[in-house]
């Protein structure tokens, strides 16, 4: 049976991951050059909870624990508890998964690269399960740069492109933006870079 494949329109020239762009369609006038710039207005956390607005820029890495399942094609391509989150100003986490908890021929290399002026230089992966082949959907670094070695051994994928993808038994939702790739989780709360008038955050 031949394998399905996804329409994208990514390619090497759009498929971003979270990198820069800017999108000259928001600054039409000076009200709205101003606008461009502003900060919103943070959603106050309750307990528990996190917002975006307090993460740093230049972004920081952290370990976590937490049981990260994806699914595609209707089968599990990932399963592991030793996720790390990369956490940015104004941006929901983006979660890198290990190389080495995916099954051989799942993440199949292509041919492009995209510049990060935090992480350095990304290389992407076709991703591939049960008969669907969804382009470009994940990424690494294979030489990051200082302060993100830890993901060199490791993989992030844009989560709606997947069937799902889960963190402790929630299903995520994803960041807005063709751009990016961040996880959004009830602990998580905005508002998040990504949508319509957001290019300046």
Not at 12 to 19: D, E, K, P, Q, R
Not at 145 to 162: D, H, I, K, N, Q
Not at 181 to 187: K, S
Request: hydrophobic residues 35%; contains cysteine.
């Amino acid at each position: 049976m031949s394998a399905k494949v996804y329409p994208s329109g990514y390619s090497s020239s759009t498929a971003y991951a979270g990198h820069i762009r800017w999108h000259h369609g928001d600054m039409t006038s000076a009200r709205g050059f101003s606008g461009f710039f502003r900060r919103p207005q943070p959603i106050k956390p309750n307990a528990g909870q996190e917002s975006v607005w307090d993460y740093p820029r230049p972004p920081r890495v952290e370990p976590r624990s937490e049981r990260v399942i994806v699914r595609l094609g209707g089968q599990v391509i990932a399963d592991t508890t030793d996720a790390a989150r990369v956490l940015e100003t104004s941006h929901p986490p983006v979660y890198y998964l290990p190389l080495d908890s995916f099954p051989a021929g799942v993440l199949v290399p292509v041919e492009g690269t995209s510049f990060c002026e935090f992480k350095g230089e990304a290389h992407y992966f076709d991703v591939v399960a049960g008969g669907v082949v969804v382009p470009r959907a994940g990424w690494t670094y294979p030489a990051p740069t200082r302060g993100f070695e830890a993901l060199s051994t490791r993989v992030a994928l844009y989560p709606e492109r997947m069937d799902s993808c889960e963190v402790d038994g929630e299903q995520v939702t994803f960041q807005e933006g063709d751009f990016y790739g961040g996880w959004i989780t009830r602990q998580i709360v905005g508002p998040f870079k990504g949508g319509p008038g957001t290019a300046g955050w």
